[in-house]
Structure formats: C-alpha cells, structure tokens
C-alpha cells in the first residue's frame, strides 16, 4: 500500500480495502486527483502550491500528515518471513494440532486446551492484523494473508518475525539519515 491509498483513507475516508489500486489521475496547483475502486476523488491542496517547485516538499508533507492521522508507521512491512529454528518447530507442532488425527488426541486429552489455543490464536491473528495495518500492509492482500495465517498457526513467533522487519527498516531508514 503506498502514499496515494493513505491519501484516500485519510483525507477521503476511503476504506483501506478500497483504497489498496489507488492511482493518482491528475495534479494541479490546487488538487490532487486519485482514481480507486472505480471512483474518481479530489483531494484540494490548501492552501494552493504556488508553483510545481513546491510539489515533492507538499506530498511528502501529505504523508505525512496522513501516517499521522491514520496512526501508522512509516515503516512498511513488504515481505513474509517464513519461520526458521524453534519457530519453525512450534509452527510444525501448532499446524498439527488443525490435523484431524493430532486435534482428535488433543481433544480427548484436554478439551480444554484445545478451545483455549484457539482462543489465544484468534487473539494474536487480530493483534497481527493491526499490527499489519499500522505498518501499511493492505488489509486481505496475499501478504497480509501469508502473515495472518502464520500468525494464527503459530502466534507469537509471527509476532517476532514482523517486529524484526519494522526494526530492520528502521534501522535502514537511520542509515539513510545520515
């Protein structure tokens, strides 16, 4: 997801979802076209630039005003880690409970358990997928599916695994600073 859908969602209202093929159609001196889901929307520029010299400082103003608002970072998660190592084994070992033989055995060992892990998975899905919308992954996106899913099968480690790639573009982001 980039600028032009947090543009719409921002200024506009545009659900994330709707806004994710945001295309900018047309930029005057005073307004910002952009064309999504089959809409067109005008965003005004105010006060108006004076001159095209003003535009790149004006949108990257924009945008900012937009992460703000909308409450996100400016750090995009764009990829899925899939997990290594011990995360791997828990995902292995939480994928088997969904299978019929290994989720039977769990719950005629403990029902409880059972209930209980898919409660805590439902929890860190939902905590992942806001998670994901603050660092401006469109919501029901491939990825946004890769990482929602992996973060029900397995919880916390899918947690890890985004936080190491915010951090790792923060700290991408510091290099360029300076």
Not at 106 to 122: D, G, N, S, T, Y
Not at 150 to 173: H, M
Request: hydrophobic letters at 45%.
């Amino acid at each position: 997801m980039g600028q032009i859908a947090r543009y719409l969602e921002h200024y506009c209202n545009v659900s994330s979802f709707a806004a994710r093929r945001a295309r900018l159609t047309d930029l005057s001196l005073g307004s910002m076209s952009i064309g999504a889901a089959g809409k067109n929307f005008t965003i005004p520029l105010e006060p108006p630039m004076q001159s095209w010299r003003e535009a790149r400082e004006r949108v990257i103003q924009m945008d900012r005003d937009c992460l703000a608002g909308l409450g996100r970072s400016d750090i995009t998660v764009r990829q899925y880690t899939r997990p290594r190592g011990a995360h791997a084994v828990i995902f292995v070992v939480c994928a088997l409970t969904y299978s019929p033989g290994f989720a039977a055995f769990v719950a005629r060992v403990q029902p409880l358990v059972l209930a209980l892990m898919i409660a805590i998975h439902v929890v860190e899905a939902s905590i992942m997928a806001r998670r994901l919308q603050r660092h401006n992954v469109a919501q029901l996106s491939g990825l946004w599916w890769q990482w929602v899913a992996s973060s029900f099968i397995e919880g916390f480690g899918a947690l890890q695994r985004v936080d190491a790639l915010v951090q790792q573009g923060r700290r991408e982001k510091d290099k360029q600073k300076h």
